[in-house]
């Protein structure tokens, strides 16, 4: 392969479709956000010598070769384990009170008579929705929170460092918000930490299904001086004298040994109930007053996936820029995979809006990362793998291959 064709990320050069959904073979797993490093090699999506992706075979295998019912008395035996008998609580829920979050919480604490405490990693810039939505997990939802919000001033600096050394504006928050769970509960001596659903369900190794319990790789580690941030260390933020090792406080993730100590669990409650993400919302409307967006959010047809952050878009773009999938194929796939749409459909749709730039929040974004719209352009640019996009003669960008 030519230069010019090359691969970045260590994604595979030839690009394909699932014959099922629409994913790519160019979709990267879940990783270790704390580790990212610029020009970081990706795992990615497996497929099978048919040319499914391993997220269909896994929802294949969901439907016919899961005991649901099992799995729901298995959550019963569970929670039996950390109900609380006090009043005091007994399961830690993190999330923004989107439809995840907010079907997650509800259902553990007026079906399966759970205590929770909900905990949320505050987004950088809500959404007026996001805001509404927050406020109603709690007052129509019936749930208590702490919102947690760390040092606006270094969150902003880490997010524009993750923007322009990583293409990955998101990766700060994702930090925050795998660790704000474990971490609230070693705070307030809870036992158990409820996630919604396993992302390995979307594309990382098929057998990471089959474990119940987050890997605490995301959430703890030995030696938070060298954990990163947009690619630059806790250590060398420091070393500027911008900034104490205090300012890092909310970031500084449990060692392993001090939560396993304390007994804390953290686990998917998507290996017990069977996830529909559309359901979610479904339940989430009747029993959280869970609102949708009035039109469709940019670069997909969806009114309710993601829209509590203004950063949201810009994630979806990098993703679209960086491994060619936009944010219409996540929310496209998963519903093909749920039958909630034909693969025919999917195929439209992504073509028709997975590409679409996300102009709304688009001033706010760049005064967040204090970039101008040039800067933000060529940093763009600079991070387009060669293998799946092709210049034009008018200087814009297409990519080279698309979902058929």
Same mark, same amino acid.
């Given at each position: 392969?030519?230069?010019?064709?090359?691969?970045?990320?260590?994604?595979?050069?030839?690009?394909?479709?699932?014959?099922?959904?629409?994913?790519?073979?160019?979709?990267?797993?879940?990783?270790?956000?704390?580790?990212?490093? &610029?020009?970081?090699?990706?795992? !990615? *999506?497996?497929?099978?010598?048919? /040319?499914?992706? %391993? +997220?269909?075979?896994? =929802?294949?295998?969901?439907?016919?070769?899961?005991?649901?019912?099992?799995?729901?008395?298995?959550?019963?035996?569970?929670?039996?384990?950390?109900?609380? &008998?006090?009043?005091?609580?007994? !399961? *830690?829920?993190?999330?923004?009170? /989107?439809?995840? %979050? +907010?079907?997650?919480? =509800?259902?553990?604490?007026?079906?399966?008579?759970?205590?929770?405490?909900?905990?949320?990693?505050?987004?950088?810039?809500?959404?007026?929705?996001?805001? &509404?939505?927050?406020?109603?997990?709690?007052?129509?939802?019936?749930?208590?929170?702490?919102?947690?919000?760390?040092?606006?001033?270094?969150?902003?600096?880490?997010?524009?460092?993750?923007?322009?050394?990583?293409?990955?504006?998101?990766?700060?928050?994702?930090?925050?918000?795998?660790?704000?769970?474990?971490?609230?509960?070693?705070?307030?001596?809870?036992?158990?930490?409820?996630?919604?659903?396993?992302?390995?369900?979307?594309?990382?190794?098929?057998?990471?299904?089959?474990?119940?319990?987050?890997?605490?790789?995301?959430?703890?580690?030995?030696?938070?001086?060298?954990?990163?941030?947009?690619?630059?260390?806790?250590?060398?933020?420091?070393?500027?004298?911008?900034?104490?090792?205090?300012?890092?406080?909310?970031?500084?993730?449990?060692?392993?040994?001090?939560?396993?100590?304390?007994?804390?669990?953290?686990?998917?409650?998507?290996?017990?109930?069977?996830?529909?993400?559309?359901?979610?919302?479904?339940?989430?409307?009747?029993?959280?007053?869970?609102?949708?967006?009035?039109?469709?959010?940019?670069?997909?047809?969806?009114?309710?996936?993601?829209?509590?952050?203004?950063?949201?878009?810009?994630?979806?773009?990098?993703?679209?820029?960086?491994?060619?999938?936009?944010?219409?194929?996540?929310?496209?796939?998963?519903?093909?995979?749920?039958?909630?749409?034909?693969?025919?459909?999917?195929?439209?749709?992504?073509?028709?809006?997975?590409?679409?730039?996300?102009?709304?929040?688009?001033?706010?974004?760049?005064?967040?990362?204090?970039?101008?719209?040039?800067?933000?352009?060529?940093?763009?640019?600079?991070?387009?793998?060669?293998?799946?996009?092709?210049?034009?003669?008018?200087?814009?960008?297409?990519?080279?291959?698309?979902?058929?």
């Amino acid at each position: 392969m030519s230069k010019k064709e090359e691969a970045f990320y260590g994604l595979p050069e030839e690009v394909k479709f699932c014959k099922k959904c629409v994913i790519s073979n160019q979709r990267p797993s879940s990783t270790v956000e704390f580790k990212n490093e &610029k020009g970081e090699k990706k795992e !990615v *999506i497996n497929f099978s010598e048919d /040319g499914i992706c %391993s +997220a269909c075979i896994f =929802h294949e295998e969901k439907e016919t070769n899961i005991d649901w019912k099992l799995r729901d008395e298995n959550l019963k035996k569970l929670l039996s384990r950390f109900k609380s &008998k006090d009043g005091s609580y007994d !399961v *830690i829920v993190p999330g923004s009170g /989107g439809k995840d %979050s +907010a079907y997650t919480a =509800h259902v553990l604490k007026y079906h399966y008579g759970m205590n929770p405490l909900t905990v949320t990693w505050a987004p950088h810039l809500y959404t007026d929705i996001g805001m &509404k939505n927050f406020q109603n997990w709690m007052h129509t939802g019936g749930l208590d929170n702490i919102l947690y919000t760390p040092n606006g001033k270094l969150h902003r600096e880490m997010t524009r460092n993750a923007f322009h050394n990583l293409l990955h504006p998101f990766q700060p928050f994702i930090v925050g918000q795998r660790i704000i769970g474990p971490a609230m509960a070693k705070k307030f001596g809870v036992k158990l930490v409820m996630y919604g659903e396993n992302q390995a369900e979307y594309g990382n190794a098929i057998e990471e299904n089959s474990n119940p319990i987050m890997n605490m790789d995301f959430f703890s580690s030995e030696n938070p001086l060298k954990m990163k941030f947009g690619g630059v260390s806790m250590e060398d933020y420091i070393k500027t004298n911008r900034y104490t090792i205090d300012d890092f406080a909310p970031y500084i993730l449990p060692q392993r040994e001090e939560l396993i100590d304390a007994g804390i669990e953290v686990h998917y409650l998507g290996y017990y109930l069977k996830w529909d993400p559309q359901e979610c919302y479904y339940y989430a409307v009747d029993n959280t007053g869970f609102e949708s967006n009035p039109t469709r959010t940019e670069g997909t047809y969806s009114k309710y996936s993601s829209i509590d952050d203004k950063i949201d878009p810009f994630h979806y773009l990098t993703t679209l820029i960086k491994f060619g999938i936009g944010r219409c194929t996540y929310d496209a796939a998963q519903e093909v995979r749920n039958q909630k749409m034909t693969r025919e459909e999917a195929v439209y749709l992504v073509n028709k809006y997975d590409s679409e730039f996300p102009s709304k929040y688009f001033k706010e974004f760049l005064e967040y990362i204090d970039t101008s719209e040039e800067e933000f352009h060529k940093i763009i640019d600079e991070h387009r793998s060669p293998h799946l996009w092709k210049k034009n003669n008018d200087n814009s960008w297409t990519l080279k291959h698309t979902v058929k």
